[in-house]
């Protein structure tokens, strides 16, 4: 199929290019370069041998993204573009909620005009917010403590409401869990041009002294250590579970977590690190972070069986690809 990309050169948009771009599907990229690197287009291509059509575009500029459209014969989109940082969606949400929901409707309103029918959506298990895990797809969605979250959760019921209006319309909605890791290659991996926001881009930082200690958010969570509780997945398995939503969709809305149904602690995601890279990751305890949850984890078996699609890489695969790309990116 020939798929739009979107937020194709980011970090987990570039790991499914490459899996798509191996399931054999042609891929044409839209991204404005806002939190990546261009460099990272000609990466996906030599890993693959294959060629991407890309434009650098704001999909917020809705004759662009038109035109887009007008040119190239689309037969599914996959929506990963958006603004991500969590504390900065508080700073600035306008911002946030200018870019990330205009985004999606300027696509879709596309997707309508040209009828292209099959849309998959970047969405996060934050919508969630604090229910009781594991986190099922049937669940009533809480309250985000944040504009991200929500940009996540009105852009979820916006594309709910046009699927039912417009039955052809398929739409499946991907709710990520924590994906770390990189490509195993060492090629791709994340690279953000901001602050950094995530555990692991933290406890790497340590790893290579470039803070003195990594700060663990809270010690007192009603969690096996004290510590918060996260379903990492490795991003090569996130990027499965895409080539697996396209070639599953179906007509109206589905709904997938995509993650592992485990649950890691911080100091265990720190342990891990350490073992599996031989490396020490200096670490301090302070104060919990501000609209943290203590846990938070998975209900897979969605996924799983309709998909036909399980995240099989453990927690050393996600440490030791996380580091190799961070060596590569010093050498
Ligand atoms: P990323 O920042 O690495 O990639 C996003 C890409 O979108 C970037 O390349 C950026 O330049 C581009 N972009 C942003 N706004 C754009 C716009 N208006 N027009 C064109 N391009 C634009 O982020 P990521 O980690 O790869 O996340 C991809 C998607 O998955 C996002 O929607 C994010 O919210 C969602 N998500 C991420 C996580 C995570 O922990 N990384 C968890 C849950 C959901
Ligand atoms: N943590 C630390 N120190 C740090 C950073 C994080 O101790 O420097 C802890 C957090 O308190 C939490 C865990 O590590 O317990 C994971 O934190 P992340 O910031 O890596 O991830 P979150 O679970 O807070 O949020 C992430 C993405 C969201 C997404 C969510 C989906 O940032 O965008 O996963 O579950 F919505």
């Known amino acids: 199929m020939n798929i739009l990309v979107t937020g194709g050169t980011g970090y987990i948009g570039s790991h499914a290019c490459v899996a798509l771009l191996e399931a054999g599907h042609d891929l044409i990229v839209v991204d404005n370069l806002y939190n990546s690197k261009i460099d990272t287009l000609e990466k996906m291509m030599r890993l693959t041998n294959k060629e991407i059509t890309f434009y650098q575009v704001d999909l917020t500029n809705e004759l662009a993204v038109d035109k887009i459209f007008s040119i190239h014969s689309i037969d599914g989109v996959i929506h990963f573009a958006g603004m991500k940082a969590v504390g900065e969606s508080v700073e600035v949400p306008l911002t946030y909620y200018y870019n990330n929901i205009v985004s999606t409707m300027v696509l879709v309103k596309a997707c309508l005009k040209y009828n292209v ?14 229910n009781t895990v594991p986190f099922v797809e049937t669940m009533d969605l ?10 996540k959760a009105m852009s979820e019921r916006i594309l709910i409401d046009i699927a039912k209006a417009n039955p052809t319309f398929s739409v499946s909605l991907l709710r990520y869990f924590n994906p770390v890791g990189a490509h195993e290659s060492g090629l791709l991996g994340e690279r953000p041009n901001g602050t ?11 790893a290579k002294g470039v803070i003195k200690k990594l ?9 096996v250590d004290g510590t918060g509780v996260r379903d990492y997945i490795h991003v090569m398995d996130l990027a499965g579970g895409h080539v697996a939503a396209l070639n599953n969709i179906k007509k109206g809305v589905q709904i997938y977590n995509l993650g592992t149904g485990k649950g890691t602690s911080v100091l265990e995601l720190i342990h891990a690190f350490e073992k599996e890279n031989g490396i020490e990751v200096p670490f301090e305890f302070v104060n919990r972070r501000p609209g943290d949850i203590a846990i938070c984890y998975a209900d897979v078996s969605k996924a799983n069986k309709e998909l036909n699609w399980t995240a099989k890489r453990d927690i050393f695969a996600m440490c030791r690809d996380t580091w190799r790309f961070e060596q590569n990116l010093v050498k």
């Open 117 to 130: 029918y099959r849309f998959v959506f970047s969405s996060s298990a934050t919508v969630y917010g604090d």
């Open 142 to 151: 809480l309250p985000t403590t944040n504009p991200y979250g929500e940009t």
């Open 196 to 206: 950094l926001n995530n555990l692991m881009p933290y406890v790497t930082q340590a």
């Open 215 to 223: 700060k663990v958010f809270g010690s007192d969570y009603p969690t």
